[in-house]
């Protein structure tokens, strides 16, 4: 099973600030655009952002602004600066390749962010 790994997660007042990254497999992080998800309880998993290897990034409508993809080449690693958090940003932040693949989902990260 191939294991992109994830670290950053945890507890935040609103308004603050947590950077989320992923290390990946070079033969994944070269190939694939690499992509941010989310699952807030009792909702469905949601795509936050994803970004190509030309390092063109794409937002979903509720982080635009806030939140900011990256990519480091040297290190096969995908970030996820997340700023002005709110509480309605709670969840279990998972990375995986754009479009996900099954293979590549981990137990995710999670975030949570409350007074």
């Known amino acids: 099973q191939v294991m992109l790994v994830e670290l950053g997660g945890g507890l935040v007042q609103p308004g603050g600030s947590l950077r989320l990254s992923c290390a990946a497999p070079?033969?994944?992080?070269?190939?694939?655009?690499m992509g941010w998800y989310r699952q807030a309880p009792g909702k469905q998993r949601e795509l936050v952002a994803h970004i190509t290897n030309r390092d063109t990034p794409t937002y979903a409508d509720s982080v635009k602004g806030r939140f900011t993809i990256s990519r480091d080449t040297a290190k096969n690693t995908v970030y996820l600066q997340m700023n002005s958090l709110k509480p309605n940003d709670t969840a279990v932040y998972y990375c995986?390749?754009?479009?996900?693949?099954?293979?590549?989902w981990g137990q995710g990260n999670e975030v949570t962010v409350s007074p």
């Open positions: 995986n390749v754009y479009p996900p693949m099954y293979p590549y």
């Open positions: 070079g033969s994944i992080f070269n190939r694939y655009v």
